[in-house]
């Protein structure tokens, strides 16, 4: 009862931000109580007159953690104007566009395998006159080579990532997509330091930090990132554990309404 409290709390709290957050409240209306989208609705930002094109609620909602609630500024410490910040899982460009306001004298580098996805980010980027992210349609992955991403049709905009054998379903479209070891991307395409790693990865956060080598991390300040659990071979507590073991301390905060998701913040404290 408690927990279901807490969820209806966060869910009127959200709505209200929401309607605070964004001036055409008839796009808002429209996602999310319209038909099912069948292409970019605007959502006009009061904060620094912003513009985020979005195709569903969730990237909607999406928006809001990042741009109007800032989530992942929010459990990490002040940013600096002249930060690298590095975007692994960008999506449609909501924390990019968060991290490019952040950083004027900085740069952004946005990793977003989905050609969908990468697309309206782009477009988000266009929007706003942001002049200091590179984007790259490639995906992040414990080793440089090829993988399957699955687009589900409810949901065209996200995928899952495999890795082994697919069974056979002809509903999911797969495309094959680049994929780079952190490692490689740190050596080939962001070559400076690291003042901050942001990740969303839905799960792979697992794949991509538990199989890379120590050496890798040596470039990186701070991550922010969510944690996917998956018990009993993905936790938290694995998380933390191997991002202490890497020289870094860590502080995680619950998210308020997934008992499985959560945010970790690693900071190097020299």
């Not at 930002?45 to 989530?71: G, H, P, Q, Y």
């Not at 969908?116 to 980010?121: A, C, K, M, P, T």
């Amino acid at each position: 009862m408690m927990r279901f409290c807490r969820r209806l709390g966060y869910y009127v709290w959200s709505a209200i931000r929401l309607l605070i957050g964004v001036k055409n409240w008839d796009a808002l209306f429209a996602i999310f109580f319209g038909k099912p989208l069948t292409g970019l609705k605007w959502l006009k930002l009061r904060r620094n007159n912003l513009s985020m094109a979005v195709t569903s609620k969730m990237e909607a909602w999406s928006v809001k953690e990042s741009l109007i609630d800032r989530f992942y500024t929010r459990y990490s410490e002040t940013i600096q104007a002249d930060w690298t910040i590095v975007d692994i899982g960008a999506s449609i460009g909501e924390f990019t566009v968060e991290a490019a306001l952040q950083v004027p004298e900085g740069k952004v580098y946005a990793f977003e395998p989905n050609p969908g996805s990468i697309n309206i980010l782009r477009q988000n980027v266009r929007a706003n006159e942001l002049k200091n992210i590179e984007t790259h349609n490639i995906g992040i992955w414990k080793e440089t080579g090829e993988i399957t991403l699955e687009i589900r049709p409810e949901d065209p905009i996200h995928g899952r990532s495999f890795d082994g054998e697919l069974a056979s379903d002809a509903v999911h479209k797969r495309t094959t997509i680049p994929v780079v070891s952190l490692r490689d991307m740190l050596e080939t395409i962001v070559v400076e330091k690291v003042d901050l790693l942001k990740m969303d990865t839905e799960g792979t956060e697992f794949d991509i930090l538990m199989n890379e080598v120590p050496e890798t991390f040596k470039k990186v300040q701070r991550i922010i990132m969510e944690v996917h659990e998956s018990p009993p071979d993905r936790t938290l507590e694995q998380m933390t554990k191997r991002l202490n073991s890497l020289g870094y301390e860590t502080q995680h905060y619950p998210n308020k309404v997934h008992s499985r998701l959560s945010y970790l913040y690693a900071w190097r404290s020299e």
